[in-house]
């Protein structure tokens, strides 16, 4: 009872919705009381002047509910025609009035906001006292779903607001760890301890971003504040109202794809680096590697690179000694500059000006579109919309406005011509039927794919794409690595780079005895002992008690190393 009346007080007098609700049931049950009234009025009226009989008012009112809730007892009935009618009248009023709208009107102005009132009263307010170097996320979206995995896999704690608490409610029910609070608003972010986060990131519209970094700079100057931005034309706005790393993101995709493509150079392609060590692509078709063993290619003795896996066809494949490279794969690399230098000067020149037809002309169309002639290739662009082609109009050497399912605008766009396709647009239905389109026009192209949603990278890859994308995925990774210290070093989906302490059971051992690759499909990039990577790593190296694995895979494969080697003990974030 206690609970239940507190409730009822937060219901009546929090929610200004809830008051007026109140108001509207209460004027309807004095309108039926009203009725009730006159009915019992014309009852006397009728019993009186027409039938000549008396009654008390009591059993005026008594006759008038008896008929109105059609309990109909009987003891107390007319005999005139005018009284039989005014009874057909309060029957079917009653029905109407008090058997169907006024349940409706309880469930819908009282009961109904009651129950929701009491849902949303679950979602906390605030963290608990004392929380720290967490993270706090402004807003739960995919992006953050996606995060709060990541999070819970290496330990990091973290807090999401949520402006609607009704959603916060339903969100701590699914395990969230979540606030109800605004998320501009300076008393949500006191609530959250922010002074002692370990880092804020701003992933809502440009200017509540903007808003965000101003609040948290009044509260806490030394947490750093990551701003997603949608537009370029945002993120110096951004940085001047506070935030300490702008994460463009469909900028860094389009710059991320094109990456991917065949330009027609044969030569390794850094995607990211740890420290001083770089991560490389270099696709085999055309290099002295197709073909090969990767025992028999000899790149540790000959240039210091490691090959620490091969991608094919969407899947990263650990680089056992006796794997063969297939000439459609791409080999991934680890090394320093200086090493990765050298092993572009052991490649094919190549005749670099095989051109790129980019699918899709929005903005991660247009930052690929950018960076590709950037490095002089040769770009061709289609879209539907005029409006979104006049931004690489100028750019690209070539735009076709049309469908590109249609087979006359793709052909002029010349999908026979091209060494690569990379398919932009944000509708992975579409990617995935282009895919397969293209790849049946051209079967040797090279296609590159952004995807939105990670349930469609197999059927993306089913499709013919050789690599896949997700604006989600690159937000992940990009902001682990803030929190990691590092550029990002982004494979593909599903694809991750993870630093683990190294494990008691693995300390002394040669790292060709702990079959690490063939156990949970993790590929050893670099061993980390005093702060000094080595990438020179070998079967038999010794892995040292004190330092560090930096591994590539996906999150079931980093807990099936856990699970492994690290008997119950779970490393640190």
């Keep these: 009872m206690k609970f239940l009346s507190s409730d009822l007080a937060a219901f009546f007098f929090v929610s200004r919705e809830a008051r007026a609700n109140v108001r509207s049931l209460v004027t309807y049950l004095l309108f039926l009381g009203g009725l009730v009234g006159v009915y019992a009025v014309l009852f006397h009226v009728i019993k009186l002047y027409v039938e000549g009989e008396q009654h008390s008012w009591i059993t005026g009112v008594y006759w008038t509910l008896v008929v109105m809730t059609t309990l109909g007892f009987g003891d107390i009935t007319f005999v005139s025609d005018i009284g039989r009618l005014f009874s057909i009248v309060v029957l079917l009023s009653g029905v109407f009035f008090l058997l169907v709208m006024l349940p409706f009107l309880f469930i819908r102005l009282f009961y109904a906001p009651w129950l929701e009132a009491r849902v949303r009263l679950r979602a906390p307010r605030h963290v608990a006292k004392g929380t720290a170097r967490h993270v706090i996320v402004a807003q739960y979206d995919v992006l953050a779903e996606s995060l709060i995995e990541r999070f819970q896999a290496v330990g990091i704690p973290y807090v999401v607001l949520e402006p609607d608490p009704g959603r916060a409610a339903a969100l701590v029910g699914e395990g969230v760890s979540i606030v109800a609070g605004e998320n501009d608003a300076r008393s949500s972010y006191e609530r959250l301890e922010t002074r002692a986060a370990r880092l804020v990131l701003a992933n809502c519209a440009d200017t509540v971003n903007t808003n965000i970094a101003l609040t948290v700079r009044e509260i806490a100057p030394e947490v750093p504040v990551a701003a997603l931005a949608e537009h370029d034309d945002s993120i110096d706005i951004l940085e001047l ?91 991934v690399l680890a090394g320093t500059a200086d090493q990765m230098a050298r092993l572009n000067e052991m490649m094919p020149g190549g005749q670099g000006d095989a051109a790129v037809l980019v699918i899709g002309a929005g903005k991660v169309g247009q930052a690929a579109t950018l960076s590709l002639k950037g490095k002089g290739v040769t770009v061709h662009a289609i879209d539907r919309e005029e409006g979104a082609l006049s931004a690489v109009r100028g750019v690209a050497d070539e735009v076709f406005a049309g469908d590109a399912a249609d087979r006359g605008t793709i052909e002029r766009a010349g999908i026979s011509r091209v060494a690569s396709v990379l398919l932009t647009t944000n509708d992975d239905a579409m990617n995935i039927y282009l895919a397969v389109y293209c790849r049946r026009l051209n079967p040797d192209i090279r296609i590159i794919s952004r995807i939105t949603h990670e349930r469609n990278v197999e059927a993306i890859h089913r499709a013919g794409a050789d690599f896949a994308l997700s604006y989600t995925s690159l937000g992940v990774e990009a902001v682990m690595a803030l929190l990691r210290g590092h550029t990002p070093v982004l494979l593909g989906e599903g694809v991750s780079f993870f630093e683990l302490p190294m494990p008691a059971g693995l300390a002394g051992r040669r790292l060709g005895d702990t079959a690490i690759g063939s156990r949970t499909g993790l590929s050893v990039v670099a061993l980390e002992r005093n702060g000094t990577l080595d990438t020179r790593l070998t079967v038999e190296t010794i892995l040292p008690g004190d330092g560090k694995l930096l591994m590539l895979g996906s999150l079931e494969q980093r807990q099936e190393f856990i699970d492994a080697f690290e008997r119950g003990r779970r490393p640190s974030a």
């Design 241 to 331: 109202g506070g935030a300490t790393a702008i994460l463009a993101l469909k900028r860094r995709l389009g710059e991320y794809l094109a990456n991917r493509v065949d330009t027609g150079r044969i030569e390794a392609h850094v995607i990211g680096s740890i420290r001083d060590v770089q991560i490389a692509e270099l696709p085999a078709r055309g290099t002295p590697l197709a073909g090969l063993l990767i025992r028999d290619t000899h790149l540790r003795e000959r240039t210091g690179v490691s090959v620490v896996g091969l991608w094919e066809r969407g899947r990263l494949r650990t680089a056992f000694p006796h794997l063969e490279i297939p000439p459609t794969s791409v080999v």
